[in-house]
Structure formats: C-alpha cells, structure tokens
C-alpha cells in the first residue's frame, strides 16, 4: 500500500516558467510534510516542509502547498532555473514522531530546459 | 556535502552472496538510517540505530542486519543477496527530535547483484 504517491515520474519545464510537482497520500494521520531533492550521485537534502496547520509555506523561489481535504500537496518553483534539475521526494509522517517514520514517494525528476 | 560518508560507492556482486554496507554519520551525529531505494520505488526505511542500539525497524529482511559500533559509524550486512537485492542503499545521519529532526544523507552505495 503505497501511502505517499507522486504519480509523474517525470516533468520537463522550461526555464524562468513555473514548475509544479504534485504528491498525493492516503494516510489522514499524516501532519507533516517534506520535499527533498537529488542530485545523481547525491543523497536527498532536505529542501522544504510544511505542517497541517497551514495551507501554505514559501521559501525563496519555492513554495508548498498543502490541500488537506484532497489529500493532496504540490511544491511549486518560481522562477525554475538550470540547477533545479533533480528528482523531488514528497515525504510525511506525524508531527511528533521521528524521521523514522517518514514514508517516501517515488520521485519525480525534473528536467529545466533551456 | 553532507558530512556523511557512505563506501563504497558502487558493489557489484552475485546471488548467494553476502555484502557490507558501510557509513560514517556526521560528526556529534548519534543517530543512523539505512534506506533502500529500488528501481521507480521511494525510499524504503530498513533500520535505525541510535548511540549503539537499535531503535526501530522497517522493512528489514531476516538475511538484513545492522550495527553501530561505538565510533557510532555503522555497517549494513547483506546476505544471501538475490537479485531483487539490487538497489540504491542510502545511509541517513540525523540531528534533533520530533519535529525538528531532520536527515543528512550519505550519497548511496548502489548495489548490483548479478
């Protein structure tokens, strides 16, 4: 049962356009959420979260945003540039519980063309 | 760079065979993940340890273990390796509790199993 979704396993956007990359879970008890990003021969890093108690978190050019009736949070980067090139895991678990608990989406790469 | 270190980078082995995965988390780090990521999967908790002890577990198999040692670097023992073993084998570092805890990863040790 696969409990944190994102089902493009791949986006292509040109540069300075919006990219947007979509997560949808199933599990309601989920109150916490994480997009990190990765490089090729990189780990993931931590890149942005955002807890049920807001719809809404920016940082810099990028922003997550969070529909908890749909089950459903996007992150959204403005403008996207040539190095927001990698692949983006939505991850959630429960406010207090540890990264042990953290359940991952597949991934979605993200290719910013020219 | 992350600060945690992950050899060897690539592993190439054959079915039946038994392997180690080896990690060195953040220096004052005193926790460690092991994460497996296969093909088109997320990743996929296997185990933690925490100053020497086991703290969780995921979805370890039986032919999995794991230590820290009192260094608090840690070692992931694979055998009997199958094919369906081959995957990315991320090590993760974490500093923080709850909420606040955030992972730092290795870059991966990808495993081919022939």
């Not at chain 1, 109150?31 to 490089?39: G, I, T, V």
Request: glycine share 8%.
């Amino acid at each position: 049962d696969q409990q944190v979704k994102q089902n493009s396993p791949s986006l292509s956007v040109q540069e300075g356009r919006i990219s947007i990359l979509n997560c949808d879970y199933t599990n309601s008890m989920f109150d916490y959420f994480l997009w990190y990003k990765k490089y090729p021969a990189e780990g993931p890093t931590f890149l942005i979260s955002i807890s049920s108690i807001k719809d809404k978190n920016e940082d810099g050019r990028f922003t997550v945003f969070l529909n908890k009736s749909a089950k459903h949070l996007s992150l959204h980067i403005v403008p996207s540039q040539p190095g927001d090139s990698a692949v983006y895991f939505c991850a959630a678990r429960r406010v207090r519980q540890g990264a042990q608990k953290l359940v991952f989406g597949q991934g979605t790469r993200l290719t910013i063309n020219p | 760079d992350s600060g945690v270190t992950q050899t060897p980078k690539h592993l190439i082995t054959a079915t039946g065979q038994r392997v180690t995965l080896r990690c060195s988390p953040r220096s004052g780090d005193l926790s460690v993940y092991w994460y497996q990521q296969s093909l088109d999967q997320g990743l996929q908790f296997l185990i933690q340890y925490y100053n020497g002890e086991e703290r969780a577990k995921g979805n370890i198999l039986e032919r999995f273990s794991a230590q820290q040692f009192p260094d608090l670097h840690s070692e992931l023992n694979l055998s009997s390796l199958e094919l369906g073993d081959s995957a990315l084998y991320f090590c993760a570092s974490s500093v923080g509790t709850g909420t606040n805890e955030k992972l730092f990863f290795g870059s991966g040790t990808q495993l081919s199993v022939l």
